[in-house]
């Protein structure tokens, strides 16, 4: 994938940040003039859906060194164009030309499982197109029609597809090689549903988590987060947020069940806990990594590598760590630490004199996860030996557990004053 650098320290830890430049040659956004550049005649009209893989055809299962070689299936809804990379240097692409299945009509979304069977929610023909891609290719393999306004799709943890249609107002669950329909979440029932994500076969979750499926409908205003059999576990209304004007138009799942989701006229994506907690909001004006109006996103789990289809383009980052509300509270003796992790997090805590100095260590890479964490400082060194009344710091330091973890790493400090033991006190 093409990819250019922006403003910012690599550093920073952050709930999404930017790749070193050793993986990336110093780019991570495709714009209109990388496609120049890099691939002359290609022209780029309006992105839409995106999805991410790591094929079984091109993985070399003895090693785990080629598994940051993925392979990327985008849409340009204007042209009616699939694009993808076959292998590192090569971009192909579907547009219909030549085969019997005919062209694609305002494309929304795509989907890729591990086998590479590609789906696409083909809007403007009413219709699901089938095609195979087998690494250093792409055919064409069926049409499903029969659907009124498809619009997000995904692969599931069956070897199939959920598929939102709005008109419909129905998600459906396809099978590929028969293409039989059945309903899903019909005790609960859905508004204009736009998109689904869910974690795919071959694919899985941290802890043996349940692979949530996790669906937007009301055109974006509304998120919901199902069990595999369509019981309704969270919702989290897009008015609920603390920013203007939120919506949803896109959403997928990291390796530990948290849910992305972009917005994309307020140029920001959206983290939740699996249960619809907010983490975390980025973007807008001031926001380092500038998106723009990104409207599709794919998270190739093993990594935590993060792709966004944005205007004229595309983003590609990383899943990074962020402590957010770091609050210290004193007590006789002792000191209480609270705080929000927006990942899950290898955390180091420790307490500091006013110069910098160690003096006692309370958390050394412990793997805690995302949301609100707690500890306690009971005014005492490692010896065991009281300290004496006066200002200390609390310093807090988090790395997320995928490839990020060596390059980006979120501190903060938090100045308290440990207070004398009442009398009487041991």
């Given amino acids: 994938m093409l990819l250019t650098p922006i403003a910012g320290k690599a550093a920073e830890g952050r709930t999404l940040v930017v790749p070193p430049r050793g993986h990336t040659f110093g780019v991570h956004r495709v714009t209109a003039r990388e496609l120049a550049v890099f691939l002359p005649g290609t022209q780029l009209g309006e992105p839409s859906g995106i999805a991410v893989t790591r094929l079984v055809a091109t993985d070399d299962p003895a090693t785990t060194g080629d598994d940051d070689e993925?392979?990327?299936?985008?849409?340009?809804?204007?042209?009616?164009?699939?694009?993808?990379?076959?292998?590192?240097?090569?971009?192909?692409q579907w547009d219909g030309s030549g085969g019997s299945l005919g062209g694609l009509l305002r494309p929304t979304d795509v989907a890729i499982d591990r086998a590479g069977t590609i789906a696409i929610t083909d809007t403007g023909n009413r219709r699901i197109v089938l095609l195979q891609h087998h690494g250093d290719r792409m055919e064409e393999v069926a049409a499903l029609p029969g659907f009124l306004e498809p619009t997000g799709i995904t692969a599931d943890g069956r070897g199939g597809f959920f598929v939102c249609d709005r008109r419909f107002q129905a998600v459906f669950h396809v099978d590929p090689a028969t293409g039989k329909r059945t309903t899903f979440g019909l005790e609960v029932g859905f508004e204009r549903p736009i998109d689904v994500a869910t974690v795919p076969s071959g694919d899985r979750l941290a802890n043996g988590k349940k692979r949530p499926v996790v669906i937007v409908d009301q055109d974006g205003l509304r998120l919901r987060v199902f069990d595999p059999a369509g019981a309704l576990k969270a919702t989290r209304l897009a008015s609920s947020l603390s920013v203007a004007d939120a919506r949803f138009d896109a959403v997928d799942v990291d390796y530990y069940g948290n849910i992305f989701a972009v917005d994309r006229a307020g140029n920001r994506v959206h983290k939740f806990r699996d249960d619809l907690y907010v983490l975390d909001t980025l973007g807008g004006e001031d926001d380092p990594l500038g998106f723009r109006a990104p409207r599709g996103i794919a998270i190739h789990r093993r990594l935590g590598q993060v792709f966004i289809a944005e205007e004229s383009g595309?983003?590609?980052v990383w899943i990074g760590a962020d402590v957010v509300k770091l609050r210290v509270t004193e007590a006789a003796g002792a000191a209480a630490f609270d705080y929000v992790l927006t990942e899950d997090s290898l955390v180091n805590a420790r307490v500091l004199d006013p110069q910098g100095r160690p003096q006692a260590e309370l958390l050394t890479e412990v793997h805690q996860a995302a949301g609100p964490q707690s500890g306690r400082w009971d005014g005492t060194n490692a010896q065991g030996k009281r300290l004496p009344a006066g200002e200390y710091l609390v310093e807090l330091r988090a790395r997320a557990t995928y490839a990020s973890k060596s390059s980006n790493e979120r501190r903060l400090l938090r100045a308290f004053t440990l207070r004398n033991r009442g009398p009487g006190s041991e």
Wanted: glycine share 16%; proline share 0%; hydrophobic share 45%.
């Fill in 314 to 316: 595309g983003t590609y």
């Fill in 70 to 92: 993925v392979t990327l299936v985008a849409l340009d809804q204007e042209n009616g164009v699939l694009l993808s990379n076959l292998g590192l240097l090569k971009v192909g």
